[in-house]
Nanobody, 130 residues
Framework: QVQLVESGGGLVQAGGSLRLSCAAS????????MGWFRQAPGKEREFVAF????????YYADSVKGRFTISRDNAKNTVDLQMNSLKVEDTADYYC???????????????????????WGQGTQVTVSS
């Protein structure tokens, strides 16, 4: 139903910026939640941010709040993650995820858990050097 294609990963110096993009296709719903997660080698996948498609409402992990911005572009049907003031600790594989939502919606905490998302992109590597 939903296909996700990511781009924008790469190498950046600490303190620098990087912008990730996730192109969504297939049938989606206006209340869909679109999320970004990351996973470093040997560590669990962790929540970064999500956005509600129709309203644009956002929620961030404490570790990235004030530095990262998630947004959507209705014309391009993309979800972007602008990452500023990058730290070495931000180094990870970054994944775009989608949770189609109909009439039922849940708490913000629900959408921070990777197991609650149905579709995933291929992942893109972000490396922050000191």
């Amino acid at each position: 139903q939903v296909q996700l294609v990511e781009s924008g990963g790469g190498l950046v110096q600490a303190g620098g910026s990087l912008r990730l993009s996730c192109a969504a296709s297939g049938r989606t719903f206006s209340r869909d939640r679109m999320g970004w997660f990351r996973q470093a080698p040997g560590k669990e996948r962790e929540f970064v941010a999500f956005i509600i498609w129709n309203s644009g409402s956002t929620y961030y992990a404490d570790s990235v709040k004030g530095r990262f911005t998630i947004s959507r572009d209705n014309a391009k049907n993309t979800v972007d993650l602008q990452m500023n003031s990058l730290k070495v600790e931000d180094t990870a594989d970054y994944y775009c995820a989608a949770k189609p939502t109909g009439l039922t919606s849940y708490s913000k905490t629900y959408y921070t858990l990777p197991q609650n998302y149905d579709y995933w992109g291929q992942g893109t590597q972000v490396t922050v050097s000191s």
